[in-house]
C-alpha cells in the first residue's frame, strides 16, 4: 500500500522539512534567543546552522513516516542515507557557490537548503523504489541518526554565545 503512495509520502516529507526549516530559520530570534530554541534552530547564519534546519525536520518526519512504512526492513537506513545526502550537500554547495562566485546573495544561498532538501528525498524515493539497499542492522542506522542530533545539540552549546 506504501509503495503507491510513496511519491505522495516523499513530496509531503519535502514540503514539510522545507516549511519546518524556513521556521526553524526563525524560531530563535522569535523566541527572543531562547536556550529552549537554540539547539534546535539556527543561532547564527553559519553553514553548521543552517544544517539543522535539514535535520531536525527530516528526523521528525522520518519518526512519523516509520510508522506506516513497515514493509521496508531497510527504513532507517534510507533515511539515514538520505539525512546524510542532505546534510552533506549544504556545505558542499554552499562552498562551492561562494568559490565560485565569492560571496553569494542570500537567495542563492536558501536555494542551496531547498535544493539538498529535494535531492534528499529524491535519492530516498529511488532507494525506496528499487528496495535493494542492504540494510542488516536498521537499529545502528536510526541510532548513528539520533548520534548526528545529539552532536547538533552539544555543538550548539559549545559554540554558543
Not at 526492513?73 to 537506513?77: H, I, K, P, Q, Y
Not at 546534510?87 to 537567495?107: E, M, Q, R, S
Given at each position: 500500500m506504501m509503495k503507491q503512495n510513496l511519491s505522495l509520502w516523499q513530496f509531503a516529507g519535502f514540503t514539510l522539512t522545507s516549511l519546518g526549516g524556513t521556521l526553524l530559520h526563525f524560531l530563535y530570534d522569535l523566541t527572543n534567543k531562547s536556550l529552549l530554541a537554540a539547539p534546535f534552530s539556527a543561532v547564527n547564519e553559519s553553514t553548521w546552522e543552517h544544517m539543522?534546519?535539514?535535520y531536525?525536520?527530516?528526523?521528525?518526519f522520518a519518526l512519523v513516516q516509520s510508522r506506516f512504512f513497515k514493509e521496508y526492513?531497510?527504513?532507517?537506513?534510507i533515511k539515514l542515507v538520505g539525512i546524510l545526502t542532505g546534510?552533506?550537500?549544504?556545505?558542499?554547495?554552499?562552498?562551492?557557490?561562494?568559490?565560485?562566485?565569492?560571496?553569494?546573495?542570500?537567495?542563492?544561498n536558501i536555494s542551496v537548503f531547498f535544493l539538498s532538501t529535494a535531492m534528499a528525498f529524491f535519492l530516498e524515493t529511488r532507494l525506496f523504489r528499487k528496495n535493494t539497499l542492504p540494510c542488516r542492522m536498521p537499529r545502528l542506522a536510526f541510532t548513528v541518526i539520533c548520534f548526528i542530533g545529539i552532536l547538533f545539540v552539544i555543538f550548539t552549546f559549545i559554540t554558543y554565545k
Open positions: 539543522k534546519l535539514l531536525f525536520p527530516m528526523l521528525v526492513e531497510n527504513f532507517w537506513c546534510l552533506t550537500l549544504i556545505p558542499v554547495l554552499f562552498y562551492t557557490f561562494n568559490g565560485a562566485f565569492g560571496k553569494t546573495p542570500d537567495w542563492i
